[in-house]
């Protein structure tokens, strides 16, 4: 089985589609989780879990861990908020800390695949970078990355087009109105994203089918 995880806010974002669309290219059993909505606390330095590697702090998270121990691999998406991975994704990533203690890996022997949306479309990726660290600390090695482009929220937020800091003035200057045409392109209008998503996919389950 292969775990899909979304850690943005937006329910049915792009960072959503790019994580299903790999999982259904597998074409294996999987199950998806999207963050938006759940309250998951960073991990809190209790060092409780060094006993037995289980974390003792009770939040949605808990849930989460257990599907990731059952799961062959991971495939997990998250958005750059300010320069970074968003908190959401950092904190249910940063709970996977209690899966490696006193020499014992939980989830050693899984697979990982890295997805990021970034609107900005930055050379230097900090969430695949971040994603990559915290699955090589947990012994989980990344055979595959996807980068998508975000959608800005200054397109929705309702003053857009007059805010001189905001990204759709930086687009297309001082417009009357925001219309479809502005946009930035959904996950539908990214080929390459799609294609890129669906080669990773296939590639995974042909490496876990063939394990």
């Known amino acids: ?107 050693a022997g899984k697979l990982a695949v890295s997805v990021s949306t970034d609107y900005a479309q930055s050379v230097e990726n900090p969430v695949h970078s971040i994603i990559e660290s915290v699955m090589s600390k947990n012994l989980v090695p990344i055979v595959g990355k996807v980068s998508a482009k975000g959608f800005s929220q200054c397109y929705t937020c309702g003053y857009g087009e007059n805010c001189a800091v905001g990204n759709v003035v930086k687009d297309h200057g001082f417009i009357e109105k925001i219309e479809h045409c502005h946009y930035p392109p959904s996950y539908e209008q990214q080929a390459n994203t799609k294609f890129e998503a669906r080669k990773v996919g296939k590639i995974l389950g042909t490496i876990i089918s063939n394990k």
């Open 1 to 107: 089985m292969i775990l899909g995880i979304s850690s943005s806010g937006r329910k049915n974002g792009i960072t959503s589609s790019t994580v299903k669309e790999i999982l259904k290219a597998s074409n294996l059993e999987y199950d998806y989780i999207s963050l938006a909505g759940k309250k998951i606390n960073g991990c809190i330095g209790c060092l409780q879990c060094a006993s037995d590697n289980v974390c003792k702090l009770q939040d949605d998270w808990n849930e989460i861990g257990e599907k990731m121990l059952k799961a062959d691999a991971i495939v997990f998406g998250a958005p750059i908020y300010s320069g970074t991975i968003n908190a959401l994704g950092h904190a249910c990533l940063e709970r996977t800390f209690c899966f490696r203690h006193r020499e014992v890996f939980k989830l």
